[in-house]
């Protein structure tokens, strides 16, 4: 597995090894000792999530507020989506930037997203299965988010604006100047 640093340099893009032949591939998803060499600390997770999304979905930008923030490990299994980390780390020198990346089923990249990111994608193909682990539980009273189309963000999600879906929750998310007065953990 190679591990390569972001704009973000704590956000992580993992190239995976893959065994091909003529019978397939085999590639390791996960190395949990090898991650935590990477990233520096050990790292427990304890939830895996999937989605399967249309062309056009945006789901996020989502994060979870303390006590339950979450990292991340996220890949495609289907499809292709433009994958979006913004940092919302409070006294972070990237505050409010963002990684952008495409992943694809077909190269089998992965993306490791720290604590204090917010996270979201769009599908950019006819449907695209997500799948990612996170090392804290999901909790509804601590989950908040920032509105995709955030000016001051400036976020590409690769598809016209008149392709993008988002569900109604997710089009009532506040703005990043909001969010500064509630959020967020220290780097």
């Given at each position: ?47 895996d999530n999937e989605s399967k ?26 499809g292709s989506v433009l994958d ?104």
């Amino acid at each position: 597995m190679n591990f390569i640093p972001q704009s973000i340099s704590d956000v992580l893009l993992i190239e995976p090894t893959v065994h091909s032949d003529d019978r397939g591939y085999f590639i390791e998803t996960f190395r949990q000792d090898l991650l935590e060499d990477a990233i520096g600390y050990k790292v427990n997770f304890v939830q895996d999530n999937e989605s399967k999304s249309t062309k056009g979905v945006i789901r996020g930008l989502h994060y979870q507020l303390t006590p339950y923030t979450q990292a991340k490990l996220v890949r495609v299994i289907d499809g292709s989506v433009l994958d979006i980390s913004v940092d919302i780390r409070k006294s972070s020198p990237t505050f409010g930037q963002h990684v952008s990346i495409e992943l694809t089923a077909q190269s089998k990249y992965q993306l490791f997203i720290p604590r204090g990111f917010a996270h979201g994608f769009v599908a950019l193909t006819d449907t695209a299965t997500f799948s990612y682990k996170v090392d804290n539980y999901y909790s509804n009273k601590h989950e908040s988010g920032i509105s995709f189309d955030d000016k001051q963000l400036n976020i590409n999600w690769g598809l016209p604006y008149e392709l993008l879906q988002i569900s109604d929750k997710d089009s009532q998310l506040p703005s990043l100047d909001k969010i500064k007065k509630t959020y967020l953990i220290k780097k």
